[in-house]
């Protein structure tokens, strides 16, 4: 795969399925229009392939109605445009916008009786994001807007931008009605995520900020309000942060939710829980069971609850007994995924569908008891990956992969570390190890202590032991894939984004004799301006590292810098609010000053996600300067 080749991808991402209707959103990145575009696909449940279903810019997040007749989504009329929601008739015709807000409208849900559907939207504070003033025709421009007045800590958000003067409100509106307008049900002085009708269609659920957000926290907890419209209610009150609430028949919920207090909230496995009134009971085992809430809320059918489990570097769909109390991940009946990553999934009656990518495919959509409905594929040759497995120097057990270029070797080696840490690189496709394999690197990707899918107690393992036993796991995956004779032990670099960063610079200098240079991108380097520059730096340094200066100092690698003397890049996203800037560009200039080869590239109008969902152009060019600086050192 080359740069170019991104826009050869087509990205299938939500799954929804009634009888044998399935549709599924499918994006494609546009290097010329410098913009993602797709529309919805139907799947045929008997065969035949997908057909492209809407034409339009973009749709996507598609929801069938419970009775069949109609699918609402998420759609976005030209280049530059909020995604607004729009509804059609499920065997087909013109679609009908149903709103016209400024900053756009979130993911559709729909009520029992096939006719309401609630969602979220961020409500502008007059005079800013367009909005005009009371009494005024224009809204000002961005540069001439009021000043913000800052009295929280969590006042923005990486890839957002400041969030305290546009909260997210809950809506409702009548999709079958044509006169009909959205009605808002909250007021916007706290944020509303992931609402979900009650069985009978009285009241929305939803999470909520504990308290409502009345002071900073990471706790999350579920409330409802009526449909018709009134005060909130507390409803479910967690253990720590509750996600993704299903209604249940007789009255009560299922979420994803992890135990934390305070700031201690990272690197805990989210478990699914039941509410029936009292306490919450958690269905699924703490240490073994890591739900993924980003493939999609829990569905309910007759056999169980499904579920997307990250495990080994595997997001598997798993069903949970509906009656569990605890129950451990062998407990749990696997269903799609086993060496995949299911990104999203749905059922209706016995019929259940999927999305599953595999190292060398971004996705299908597939029958569970059956097989793939989809080709979507690749229109260039991806390479599969190789499992790795050994031991560290203490004999913790070390997981990785390895993705090998065409041809004998001996290969040039590229040890790519991932971010979180609390993430994975695993069974899932991803560009980057295919456009460097394509470009004749053998890729190394490492899952050491700290990272998800492998129990919480591995992801634990680095708090306040940052540069310690991750590092000796990343090297010890590094070394097993060096046993191979086709890969050049004498070529090698590291590379890595946010927390892979950090780890980046942290091998620079305290183990460089083993790399020929290094590319840090988005990275962590110093805790101690990170804690008041990040988005996340209030409790996320805190959390990682402990309240002691002297140990956010230990463990910063830009105490290290003057170790470091191999060829060295400092990537970074202009907007970047996650790892802020300045993390770069104090890098940059301890390197420069130590008289290291050290080079800095800095994309404009990007944030954390750079890689990932940022600009196709950007993703390209950067693509570009990465095979550039390899070819470079490593030939």
């Known amino acids: ?327 451990t991940l062998d407990q749990l009946e696997p269903l799609a995924g086993e060496r995949g990553e299911v990104k999203s999934f749905d059922a209706d009656g016995d019929t259940v569908v999927a999305v599953v990518s595999t190292p060398d495919n971004p996705g299908e959509v597939v029958l569970v008891g059956g097989g793939p409905l989809t080709d979507f594929g690749s229109a260039v040759p991806l390479r599969p990956a190789v499992e790795l497995t050994g031991g560290a120097p203490d004999g913790y057990p070390v997981h990785g992969w390895l993705v090998l270029p065409e041809g004998e070797g001996p290969h040039p080696v590229l040890l790519a570390v991932h971010g979180g840490p609390f993430m994975y690189h695993g069974w899932g496709f991803f560009d980057e190890a295919q456009v460097y394999a394509a470009a004749g690197y053998a890729v190394v990707l490492p899952n050491p202590r700290g990272s998800a899918g492998y129990g919480q107690a591995h992801g634990q393992a680095v708090v306040g032991a940052f540069g310690t036993v991750d590092v000796a796991d990343v090297l010890a995956v590094l070394d097993l894939a060096l046993e191979r004779p086709e890969l050049d032990a004498d070529r090698v670099g590291v590379m890595g984004g946010s927390y892979g960063g950090f780890m980046t610079t942290w091998l620079s200098a305290h183990h460089g004799e083993r790399f020929r240079a290094a590319w840090s991108e988005r990275a962590v380097n110093a805790w101690d301006s990170f804690s008041g520059s990040s988005d996340i730096g209030w409790y996320f340094t805190e959390a990682y590292c402990g309240p002691d200066p002297e140990a956010h100092r230990a463990m910063s690698p830009l105490t290290y810098a003057e170790k470091i003397t191999v060829p060295f890049m400092v990537a970074h996203s202009e907007h970047d609010w996650r790892c802020p800037l300045e993390q770069a560009q104090r890098l940059f200039v301890a390197l420069r000053r130590n008289g290291v080869e050290a080079e800095m590239l800095i994309f404009p109008g990007e944030g954390h996600e750079l890689t990932r969902s940022g600009k196709p152009r950007h993703r390209v060019q950067r693509f570009e300067h990465v095979l550039a600086w390899w070819g470079r050192h490593l030939g």
């Open 1 to 327: 795969m080359r740069p170019d080749d991104l826009q050869q991808l087509n990205l299938p991402g939500s799954v929804t399925v009634r009888g044998d209707l399935v549709l599924v959103n499918v994006a494609t990145p546009d290097v010329a229009a410098n913009a993602y575009r797709g529309g919805l696909h139907r799947v045929p449940l008997d065969g035949g392939g997908p057909r492209r279903w809407t034409w339009a810019e973009r749709d996507l997040a598609p929801r069938i109605s419970p009775d069949g007749r109609w699918v609402a989504f998420l759609r976005v009329e030209e280049r530059g445009a909020t995604p607004q929601l729009h509804v059609m008739p499920a065997d087909g015709g013109e679609a009908r916008k149903l709103t016209d807000l400024r900053l756009g409208a979130g993911a559709p849900s729909w009520a029992p009786d096939s006719r309401r559907i609630a969602f979220t939207s961020r409500v502008p504070e007059a005079g800013r994001y367009g909005e005009p003033l009371e009494g005024e025709d224009a809204a000002p421009k961005p540069d001439a807007e009021a000043p913000r007045h800052i009295t929280r800590l969590d006042y923005r958000f990486d890839d957002l931008g400041f969030t305290g003067d546009r909260r997210p409100r809950l809506f409702t509106v009548d999709a079958l009605d044509v006169d009909a307008a959205p009605v808002e049900l909250t007021d916007g002085s706290f944020g509303v995520a992931e609402p979900t009708w009650t069985a009978d269609g009285e009241r929305l659920v939803f999470v909520a900020e504990r308290d409502l957000g009345a002071v900073e926290t990471l706790n999350t907890d579920l409330y409802s309000v009526p449909a018709a419209g009134g005060e909130p209610e507390l409803l479910v009150r967690s253990a720590g942060q509750a996600h993704c609430p299903v209604a249940l028949p007789g009255g009560g919920v299922l979420f994803y939710g992890a135990e934390a207090d305070g700031v201690h909230a990272v690197a805990r496995n989210q478990g699914l829980w039941r509410f029936d009134g009292g306490e919450p009971v958690r269905m699924t085992d703490t240490e073994t069971v890591d739900c993924e809430k980003g493939s999609g809320p829990a569905v309910v059918t007759a056999a169980g609850v499904l579920v997307a489990v990250r495990n080994r570097g595997a997001v598997e769909l798993r069903r949970v007994p509906a009656d569990a109390v605890g129950a």
